[in-house]
């Protein structure tokens, strides 16, 4: 059984960082590509960055790259979204997802997603 379960959201002050992490069971991280999204509230859900499996190319919604990093630690089965200078606008529920052909922003593209972490950055 497929288990991605995401940790590390809380709040923030602007300017601040957090790393979010994805833990993956059931699901060989080593030859999967996986993907970060985000839904703040009333909006659609957002691509923010994914990485493929091989070999480990990443790719990142445009307005977000420079802040955020993709990573991956196979040995610990966990993919993490380093986040940094933290804005108000990146207030939201923050989703891993896997299964993807490819690395890919678009969520369609992903069968299975963790249940979400909350990220809250005050002003």
């Known amino acids: 059984q497929v288990q991605l379960v995401e940790s590390g959201g809380g709040l923030v002050q602007a300017g601040g960082s957090l790393r979010l992490s994805c833990a993956a069971s059931g699901f060989p991280l080593e030859s999967e590509n996986v993907g970060w999204f985000r839904q703040a509230p009333g909006k659609e859900r957002e691509g923010v960055a994914c990485i493929s499996y091989w070999p480990g190319l990443e790719d990142y919604a445009a307005h977000l790259k420079g802040r955020f990093t993709i990573s991956k630690d196979l040995s610990k089965k966990t993919v993490y979204l380093q986040m940094n200078d933290l804005k108000p606008e990146d207030t939201a529920v923050y989703y891993c997802?896997?299964?993807?052909?490819?690395?890919?922003?678009?969520?369609?593209?992903?069968?299975?997603w963790g249940q979400g972490t909350q990220v809250t950055v005050s002003s």
């Open positions: 997802a896997g299964g993807a052909l490819q690395c890919d922003l678009r969520g369609h593209a992903y069968q299975y």
